[in-house]
């Protein structure tokens, strides 16, 4: 497997999001739930995810691992499943069926970047 290590923005803009309230309570009361992944394009920009990694960050969850998934965005552009807000379960079986599973990437937080690896 081609090993991979992505660098993205600092995710501050989002912890004032709804979303990420949800997602620091989910955590809290359920653990990570590995039938969603962090979803990654080729140039490692998050194309699905943004909340979960910032409530994993702040809950320390990430000194483990979670699942990762790496897809080229052209490819969900192309079928219709940018945006998926519409149908969820279609856009992560899709992701599933046609990214490179990254099993369980580390990841880890260094001057202010976020990096998987």
Do not use: W
């Amino acid at each position: 497997m081609k090993a991979y290590h992505y660098e993205f923005d600092t995710l501050e803009n989002v912890r004032n999001e709804q979303k990420y309230i949800n997602s620091i309570d989910t955590l809290e009361e359920e653990g990570y739930n590995n039938e969603y992944p962090i979803v990654l394009d080729l140039d490692g920009e998050v194309i699905d995810g943004n909340h979960r990694l910032a409530a994993c960050y702040d809950l320390d969850i990430l000194r483990g691992y979670i699942p990762i998934i790496v897809i080229d965005s052209k490819l969900l552009f192309d079928n219709g499943l940018m945006d998926n807000e519409d149908d969820e379960e279609s856009f992560y079986s899709f992701c599933k069926k046609n990214g490179e599973k990254l099993s369980y990437s580390q990841v880890t937080y260094e001057n202010g970047i976020y990096q998987i690896v």
